[in-house]
Structure formats: structure tokens, C-alpha cells
């Protein structure tokens, strides 16, 4: 089983809401990602956690904000937000950071407004 | 030079056809390689990976890495409307600190019935 599950599907929320994307995996994987990828673009990374512990941060503002409860779990707390934060947000994970590919879910779809 | 250039089609063809999606890179340090599908308003689903130089064959798909010209191919055979998708072509270098993917823009690609 590859899968990696992503809550909510879809979310709207306003620029003064407090939102959060969940991410399950239950491969074992110790090393999981966040993406964000706007319209007819690549993926583009912003977190990566490696072993519960957040490894990389690629210069994301702080109203993103990165949290691993466990193993299997990854979540993106979202803060006052901006229309341009609108994208489709992956979650991956990999064996771990060095090693193997990274298994994508299947996005939540953001709208701010 | 971008570190990873992929012509954007879009490319139709027809059904049946035999499509060839093709990227070059500029970093040799990249050795794995990965080709991704991603349907309209998903997340991207691994197709193929490839360690190195050399053929992978999976049903209809076949992936191609020649490292000493630095370009990679997947080669679809007897496409079907249902490979109608995004194909993005992604890659890395080895070792725990090559964690991040580096992708190509993407190719669409439409298969008409």
C-alpha cells in the first residue's frame, strides 16, 4: 500500500481564519514533505520533516506553520493567509529523506479569500 | 540553464499512439529519477523510478535515463484516453542531504479516442 491521505479535499477560509491540513501515512515512512503547487507548475517544497523533526524549512512565511504529532502524522497549521496563498498543498513521504521516492497525496485544494 | 528543462506540449495524439516524453538536466549529481502523472486537480502518482543509467519496463510505460547525455525519456505504448495527464519528470541526487526533488514543468498530454 502506497497511499498517503490528505484532509480536508477542498477548503475556503478567509484571511483572518485559523485553519489546518492534516496528512496520514501509514507506510512506515519516516521522512514526510510539504508542497505547494499552483496552477500548471511543478510542486515547489516547503517543509520536510525527517524522523518526527523538522529538517528543512525553504524560507516559508511564518503564517505556514509545520507540525509531526507522530510518525504517521503531518500537519500544516494555517494563519491569516493571503489570496496569493490560493494553491493545491501535497503532502509526500518517502523511506526517508535520503533514500527512495517520495509518495504523493492527493492535495487539498485551498482558496483564500 | 534551468537544472532541469521539460518541453510543456501540449501534446495530443491519438489513440494507440506510441508518445515519447523526454527531459535533459544540467546536474550530474542527479541519480535518481523519477516520472510522475498527475491528473487535472490531483496530486502527482508515481509512474516509474529509475536509479541511474539504464531501461525500466512497466506494462505500457517504459523510462529511459542516459546519464552521459543527461536526458531521460518514459515512452508510453498503445496510449489510452486515459493517460490524458500532466507527466512530470522529477529527480535527485543520493545521499541524506539530496532530499529535495527537483521537477521539470510538466508536460500535458491528451490521448483523443
Known amino acids: 500500500d502506497t497511499e498517503v491521505t490528505q484532509t480536508p479535499k477542498h477548503l475556503v477560509m478567509g484571511m483572518t481564519n485559523k485553519k489546518s491540513l492534516k496528512c496520514e501515512q501509514h507506510m512506515g515512512h519516516r521522512a514526510m514533505y510539504w508542497y505547494k503547487q499552483k496552477a500548471k507548475k511543478p510542486p515547489e517544497l516547503m517543509f520536510v520533516?525527517?524522523?518526527?523533526?523538522?529538517?528543512i524549512n525553504e524560507s516559508v512565511p511564518s503564517r505556514f506553520s509545520p507540525e509531526c504529532p507522530n510518525s504517521s502524522l503531518l500537519n500544516l497549521h494555517l494563519h491569516a493567509l493571503q489570496p496569493e496563498d490560493s494553491a493545491l498543498y501535497l503532502c509526500a513521504s518517502s523511506q526517508d529523506s535520503g533514500r527512495e521516492t517520495q509518495y504523493f497525496g492527493p492535495g487539498t485544494r485551498l482558496l483564500v479569500l | 540553464q534551468k537544472e532541469v528543462e521539460q518541453d510543456p506540449g501540449p501534446l495530443s495524439v491519438p489513440e494507440g499512439a506510441i508518445v515519447s516524453l523526454n527531459c535533459t538536466y544540467s546536474?550530474?549529481?542527479?541519480?535518481?529519477f523519477m516520472w510522475y502523472r498527475q491528473y487535472s486537480r490531483k496530486g502527482p502518482e508515481l509512474l516509474m523510478y529509475t536509479y541511474s543509467s539504464g531501461n525500466k519496463e512497466d506494462g505500457r510505460f517504459t523510462a529511459q535515463v542516459d546519464k552521459s547525455s543527461k536526458y531521460i525519456s518514459l515512452f508510453i505504448r498503445d496510449s489510452q484516453p486515459s493517460d490524458s495527464a500532466t507527466y512530470l519528470c522529477a529527480m535527485r541526487g543520493s545521499g541524506g542531504s539530496n532530499y529535495k526533488l527537483t521537477f521539470g514543468k510538466g508536460t500535458l498530454l491528451t490521448v483523443n479516442p
Open positions: 520533516y525527517s524522523y518526527e523533526k523538522l529538517s
Open positions: 546536474n550530474s549529481a542527479f541519480q535518481y
